[in-house]
């Protein structure tokens, strides 16, 4: 079984400071690693994804996640926020039978 | 090209009646999972269906139960309402295979029950 844990439930922060959103998990067997984000009455979009290879991923509006094996975490990372960045962020794993296991969420919140 | 589209956008029901969910998958996409994703939580897996059988299922009673056709939409049904039921109800698709790149997902079902 696999399981997420999003260490901070709720995260302020002022526009064009630095973000980051901590992510651990914990699996018996291999697993992918994600990052969605859910804008308010929206579904879950896809900002990035970690399959192998690199540790460090890149995804859409500027963020990127560091794996690190040894700790079981995926850390999501911004240098500079957006007010529009303001969302609910998720951290998930999936293995190859393809259930995805998502943590609680982290509110984003970036005031002016 | 039209992502995920879930019907109705929004439901109320009363407790012990009966609802249905219903999802398009993206074009190309074969697989269709359902989540629940209760307030202030994240979503839940409920089931996944492929080639029009249930392929996995998580944590949920019979109460729970779906349906893929043909044209690789699906339905979700919940029978026997309970007030823990109020959920955003989640649908996305991919392709066998496809899941370590992720999924698409619809807006969601809001279902309320009162």
């Known amino acids: 079984a696999q399981s997420v844990t999003q260490l901070d439930s709720q995260v302020p922060v002022f526009e064009e400071a630095p973000v980051e959103l901590r992510c651990n998990y914990s699996?018996?067997?291999?697993?992918?690693l994600f990052w969605y984000v859910q804008y308010p009455n929206q579904g879950l979009q896809l900002l990035l994804k970690?399959?192998?290879?690199?540790?460090l991923v890149k995804g859409i509006n500027g963020f990127e996640a560091e794996f690190n094996k040894s700790q079981t975490s995926f850390h999501l990372r911004k240098p500079s926020v957006h007010i529009s960045d303001t969302a609910e962020y998720f951290c998930?794993?999936?293995?190859?039978?393809?259930?995805?296991?998502f943590g609680d969420g982290t509110t984003l919140t970036v005031k002016p | 090209d039209a992502g995920v589209t879930q019907s109705p956008t929004h439901l109320i029901k009363t407790r012990g009646q009966q609802v249905t969910l219903r999802c398009s998958p993206k074009?190309?996409?074969?697989?269709v999972s359902w989540y629940q994703q209760a307030l202030g939580q994240g979503p839940q897996f409920i089931f996944q269906?492929?080639?029009?059988?249930?392929?996995q299922r998580g944590n949920f009673p019979d109460r729970f139960s779906g349906h893929q056709f043909p044209n690789y939409s699906s339905e979700l049904n919940v029978n026997a309402l309970l007030l823990g039921d109020s959920a955003l109800y989640l649908c996305?698709?991919?392709?066998?295979?496809?899941?370590?790149?992720?999924?698409?997902f619809g807006s969601g079902t809001r279902l309320t029950v009162v």
């Open positions: 996305a698709s991919t392709n066998p295979g496809r899941e370590r790149y992720g999924y698409t």
């Open positions: 699996s018996s067997v291999s697993v992918y």
């Open positions: 970690y399959l192998s290879g690199s540790t």
């Open positions: 998930a794993v999936s293995t190859n039978a393809g259930k995805s296991t």
């Open positions: 074009s190309g996409h074969d697989t």
């Open positions: 269906y492929y080639e029009e059988e249930e392929r």
